[in-house]
């Protein structure tokens, strides 16, 4: 009998020890998820801004061009 109670201590031990490992992976799991979740809002963002710049670069482009050719008006 003592044999069978020791193994039911034994047992309810390890239960507790997944129960709180599991726990402890749900915890890990969740910061993980929001952290990917937090990469996925920045390059979000750096896309847009990539996107932004590029226009941006066009329209300067474009500036220069017409600076260029106001410039060699008075040259000639």
């Known amino acids: 009998m003592n ?3 020791a193994s039911v201590s034994d047992i309810s031990g ?10 402890e992976q749900t915890s890990v799991a969740d ?7 937090h990469i996925a809002d920045i390059s ?3 896309s847009g801004n ?3 710049l590029s ?3 066009g329209e300067m482009a474009q500036l220069e061009a ?3 050719a106001l410039v060699n008006q008075f040259k000639t």
Request: hydrophobic share 35%; charged share 20%; glycine share 0%.
């Open 50 to 52: 990539a996107d932004q």
């Open 55 to 57: 226009t941006t670069t």
């Open 3 to 5: 044999n069978i109670t």
């Open 44 to 46: 979000e963002r750096a």
């Open 66 to 68: 017409r600076l260029n």
């Open 14 to 23: 390890m239960s507790t020890q997944i129960a709180t490992a599991a726990e």
């Open 31 to 37: 910061e993980l998820s929001r952290s990917i979740q």
